[in-house]
């Protein structure tokens, strides 16, 4: 089974704070994806990545950044973290871009 | 661009009746399409697709969902549900070319079964 896992369900940072969040994948998948989710908006793309070292914006990637210098592990940075970042996140990886995507538990992100 | 509308954000339900959770969507090329479901507390996973074919397709725990090109649906189904359905539904698509390979998600649906 594919295993997609995030570095922590819940976290509390403080405003103006740098923050990391670690996706890691077990199924050699090309193709990684940053999410945010928050209700009533559905999930919206922040990143994306379809191979080491390559990055793609998404829907929204103000205030975010990403890097992938391994297959397995693409990893999301709040470079200042606001309070209008206080959201759902969820990780996704894919063999190929028409595929299903395979979703992580998600980190919930408080940021006061 | 494509967008995809999911016009119920919340449908309860009793236990055992049918359901139908709408989705339309609009874009300028052919598209791919997905239902995605999230129980609580859990990432999403795949319910079931439409790549190609025939434009009925079932999942394993009894949902189906129609492909309508003319109405640009792919309405959701299931005949009698159960307890643990509960949960919020998603709606995606994906276009078939270009357009950047990228999944456009609906706002998503709750679906809430009652006893």
């Known amino acids: 089974d594919v295993k997609v896992t995030q570095s922590s369900r819940y976290l509390v940072k403080r405003t103006g704070e740098k923050v990391f969040l670690e996706c890691v994948q077990d199924?050699?998948?090309?193709?990684m994806f940053w999410y945010r989710q928050d209700p009533g908006l559905g999930l919206r793309l922040i990143y994306f990545?379809?191979?080491?070292?390559?990055?793609e914006k998404g829907d929204i990637p103000e205030g975010y950044s990403v890097s992938r210098e391994k297959k397995e592990r693409f990893s999301l940075i709040l470079e200042s973290a606001s309070t209008n970042q206080t959201s759902m996140y969820l990780c996704?990886?894919?063999?190929?871009?028409?595929?299903?995507?395979?979703f992580g538990p998600g980190t919930r992100l408080t940021v006061t | 661009a494509q967008s995809v509308t999911q016009l119920d954000s919340q449908v309860p339900v009793f236990e055992e009746a049918p359901v139908e959770l709408r989705c339309n969507y609009s874009?300028?090329?052919?598209?791919?399409l997905f239902w995605y479901v999230q129980y609580p507390n859990q990432g999403l996973q795949l319910l079931l697709k439409?790549?190609?074919?025939?434009?009925l397709v079932e999942s394993i725990n009894g949902f189906e969902a129609e492909f309508n090109k003319s109405q640009t649906s792919f309405h959701l189904r299931k005949p009698s549900v159960h307890i643990s359905d509960t949960a919020e539904y998603f709606c995606?698509?994906?276009?078939?070319?270009?357009?950047?390979?990228?999944?456009?998600f609906g706002t998503g649906t709750q679906l809430k079964v009652e006893l």
């Open positions: 996704a990886s894919s063999p190929g871009l028409i595929y299903e995507q395979y």
């Open positions: 199924m050699d998948h090309e193709n």
């Open positions: 990545s379809y191979d080491v070292k390559m990055k």
């Open positions: 874009s300028s090329v052919s598209v791919y």
């Open positions: 439409y790549l190609s074919g025939s434009t």
């Open positions: 995606a698509v994906i276009p078939e070319a270009g357009g950047g390979n990228k999944l456009t």
